[in-house]
């Protein structure tokens, strides 16, 4: 299984932007980058995926380089809600994988009123 | 549309007992994944069910279990419980075939907080 490397910890002020980082230099050609994350006392939740284009949706933007080795969850505006884990997820277009999730460490991230 | 649904949100048992948890997951969704996490060791994945079938088995002792009905609820049980099965167990359940899931979302529960004293 690809691996993912994230920090362990970022710290960011309300109101601002924040970019988290996750390097995947293994990265097979038809893996998609996903990233869920875990709020304080609940089950992990969907943010955003993407194959190999920028993506947009409502909670969060996914920048993926060109040479697909590291992806950036961008939050546009951190909010005290968006304190929590962080996880980049790679999934792999293998028959058996179905809905199996390997999870990292992830990137705890905190937020300054 | 109703979210994945784990019982109990809460157990406490003794070493040596057995326990059984339960997901229900969203309708429609047929595969549900269960996940142990831990502080020392994260999120690890237990294993898959589709369609009534275990498809997928994480790195955990015979101990532990899983069935899935017909309507897609799924049980896991741990047998001779252990101190180090203190945990919360998630269960995450996803839309799609067998083959199309790796691009479609998991939708996880809340948890079920075991305790074994």
């Known amino acids: 299984d690809a691996k993912t490397t994230q920090p362990n910890s970022m710290e960011s002020n309300e109101e601002e932007p924040v970019h988290l980082p996750c390097n995947h230099s293994?990265?097979?050609?038809?893996?998609?980058i996903h990233w869920y994350r875990q709020l304080p006392s609940q089950g992990p939740e969907y943010v955003i995926h993407?194959?190999?284009s920028n993506v947009n949706n409502r909670m969060a933007s996914l920048a993926i380089a060109e040479d697909r080795k590291s992806s950036t969850l961008i939050l546009h505006r951190a909010t005290l809600r968006d304190a929590a884990v962080y996880y980049c997820?790679?999934?792999?277009?293998?028959?058996?994988?179905?809905?199996?999730?390997?999870f990292g460490q992830g990137t705890e991230l905190s937020v300054k009123p | 549309k109703a979210g994945v649904t784990q019982t109990p949100r809460y157990l406490i048992k003794t070493r040596g007992q057995q326990v059984t948890l339960s997901c229900s997951p969203i309708?429609?969704?047929?595969?549900v994944s269960w996940y142990q996490q831990t502080p020392g060791q994260g999120l690890q994945f237990l294993f898959e069910?589709?369609?009534?079938?275990?498809?997928n088995k994480g790195n955990f002792p015979g101990r532990f279990s899983g069935r899935q009905f017909s309507n897609s609820r799924s049980e896991m049980n741990v047998s001779t419980l252990e101190l180090g099965d203190s945990a919360l167990y998630l269960c995450?359940?996803?839309?799609?075939?067998?083959?199309?899931?790796?691009?479609?979302?998991?939708?996880f529960g809340q948890g079920t907080r075991l305790t074994v004293v």
């Open positions: 995450a359940t996803r839309g799609g075939g067998r083959f199309l899931g790796v691009n479609t979302e998991a939708f």
């Open positions: 293994t990265i097979s050609g038809t893996d998609y």
């Open positions: 993407g194959l190999t």
């Open positions: 997820i790679l999934r792999g277009m293998i028959y058996n994988q179905g809905g199996k999730l390997i």
């Open positions: 309708s429609g969704h047929r595969s």
């Open positions: 069910y589709f369609s009534e079938t275990q498809r």
